[in-house]
Structures are given as structure tokens and as C-alpha cells.
């Protein structure tokens, strides 16, 4: 069974950092499409990040160049690197498996037609 669990959410400036973890089991990370997504209240899913199995990055153009994303293939863990953060950030953030990196708009991140997903962490970017 695929399970994936963020973590390192939390409240933070405007201008500061935040590193979220994304610990997977059930599958393999280096063979696995992944992504990052991100839904605040009353506002669509969006694509933050994906993550290719061939190695691809993607970002959305709202954070290019202040989100990094890496793995560790190891240990089978998913980050996302998220500096000069803005209120504009602040959302629930979301880890998910086997997605369609084409896709970089949802109505509800957690849509299963669409991935597997965790269960979110929240940031919260006050000015």
C-alpha cells in the first residue's frame, strides 16, 4: 500500500524558509511521477512542483526560483525547498504519487482519479 506523510509545515515571516518532507512507502521514488501541490481556502489545487521518473522538474512560474524540490531515493523521501515565502504561499501543501504531470490544476487536491496523495501540511505566511 502507497502511503505518503508530509511534514515540516508551520507558521513563518514573509522572507523566510520552510523545508517540507514527504516520507513514502509502497513505492519507488526514483521510478515514481511525484508532485507538490498546494490548495488555500476557496482557491483551486494547483501544481507547485513535479517531479518526473525520468529525472524532469517542473515548477509553477509563482515559484521559480524561490522552491526547490530533490530526493532522496534512498530513503525514499520527497522535499520541497520553499525560500522568500510571501502571504500569497500560505496553504495547505500536498505530496502526491503517480500523478499526470500535465495536470497543474485541480478542483480539490486529494482527488484520487488523479494520484495518491497525503494528507497535507499547512503553511502559514503572515507579512
Known amino acids: 500500500e502507497v502511503q505518503l506523510i508530509e511534514s515540516g509545515g508551520g507558521p513563518v515571516q514573509a522572507g523566510g524558509s520552510l523545508r517540507l518532507s514527504c516520507t513514502t512507502s509502497g513505492l519507488a521514488l526514483r521510478e515514481t511521477d511525484m508532485g507538490w501541490f498546494r490548495q488555500a481556502p476557496g482557491n483551486e489545487c494547483e501544481m507547485v512542483s513535479t517531479?518526473?521518473?525520468?529525472?524532469?522538474?517542473n515548477y509553477a512560474d509563482s515559484v521559480q526560483g524561490r522552491f526547490t524540490v530533490s530526493a532522496d531515493n534512498a530513503a525514499n523521501v520527497l522535499y520541497l525547498v520553499m525560500n522568500s515565502l510571501k502571504p500569497e504561499d500560505t496553504a495547505t501543501y500536498y505530496c502526491?504519487?503517480?500523478?499526470?504531470?500535465?495536470?497543474?490544476?485541480?478542483?480539490?487536491?486529494?482527488?484520487?482519479?488523479?494520484?495518491?496523495w497525503g494528507q497535507g501540511t499547512q503553511v502559514t505566511v503572515s507579512s
Open positions: 502526491a504519487s503517480d500523478i499526470n504531470p500535465e495536470v497543474h490544476f485541480l478542483a480539490t487536491c486529494g482527488d484520487r482519479l488523479y494520484g495518491r
Open positions: 517531479v518526473r521518473s525520468d529525472g524532469y522538474i
